[in-house]
């Protein structure tokens, strides 16, 4: 079946520090890569959609300057918060479909937890 | 624009009850529609998902029909179960890559 690897689970960083997250794509092609922040209100909010052989496209509000995005290829994304502050907290998840067809299901990581002190 | 509305914030049941968590959706696509449900500390996980107007799509005992007429896709189930627990999301893929996201319903369910 079709599996999302998202790592680390849980990093506790200082304020101004940096966290870098990585999601693999397991039993398919993940021809994009679209990450979340789930605040503690529970919403989602993209941060980015990345395509293979496209730009990556932020969302407003966010920047490539502040959460720079690999996708490599169509098994790897990786997602760096940097100089993370308090406002930046919650929960980052990486979720992958293969193709553009509606029917396409997202494929979520298990999620990386983002803790700033 | 598109977007999606859920029923808001926190549903609260006794086991053995039905329930009904609402979706209605705003898109000039075709829609094609799904629920996540994410338990405590856990990703989202499909629940369900479905195009087809008027058809019911069941899985793990809730079940959801689209109805294009009222743009509509509410979850329901007949009785509810204390690991149902969770939250559920409903959202639908856009054009292209994009998936949008309604803004959550917490279903607590007491024993």
């Known amino acids: 079946g079709a599996l999302v690897y998202q790592y680390p689970r849980r990093t506790i960083c200082k304020s101004g520090t940096s966290m870098r997250m990585e999601c693999q794509a397991v039993?398919?092609?993940?021809?994009?890569v679209a990450w979340y922040r789930q605040s503690p209100q529970k919403t989602f909010e993209l941060i980015a959609l990345?395509?293979?052989?496209?730009?990556?496209?932020?969302e407003q509000n966010f920047t490539q300057e502040k959460f720079p995005i690999s996708h490599p290829n169509l098994s790897f994304s990786s997602m760096t918060v940097l100089n993370a502050y308090l406002e930046d907290r919650g929960l980052y998840l990486c979720?992958?479909?293969?193709?553009?067809?509606?029917?396409?299901?997202?494929?979520f990581g298990e999620g990386s937890r983002l803790i700033v002190v | 624009g598109d977007s999606v509305t859920q029923t808001e914030g926190l549903v609260t049941l006794t086991k053995g009850l039905p329930v009904m968590l609402n979706c209605t959706y705003q898109?000039?696509?075709?829609?094609?529609l799904f629920w996540y449900v994410q338990h405590l500390n856990e990703a989202p996980k499909l629940l369900l998902k479905?195009?087809?107007?008027?058809k019911r799509t069941e899985h793990q005992g809730f079940y959801a029909t689209l109805h294009k007429s009222s743009s509509s896709f509410h979850l329901q189930k007949s009785s509810v179960q204390l690991s149902d627990s969770a939250l559920y999301f409903c959202?639908?893929?856009?054009?292209?890559?994009?998936?949008?996201f309604g803004s959550g319903t917490r279903l607590l369910v007491s024993p």
């Open positions: 979720g992958a479909r293969n193709g553009t067809t509606s029917g396409n299901t997202l494929y």
């Open positions: 039993g398919f092609q993940a021809t994009s």
């Open positions: 990345s395509t293979v052989n496209s730009a990556i496209k932020y």
């Open positions: 898109t000039t696509y075709s829609p094609f």
């Open positions: 479905s195009s087809t107007d008027n």
């Open positions: 959202a639908f893929p856009t054009g292209g890559y994009k998936v949008v």
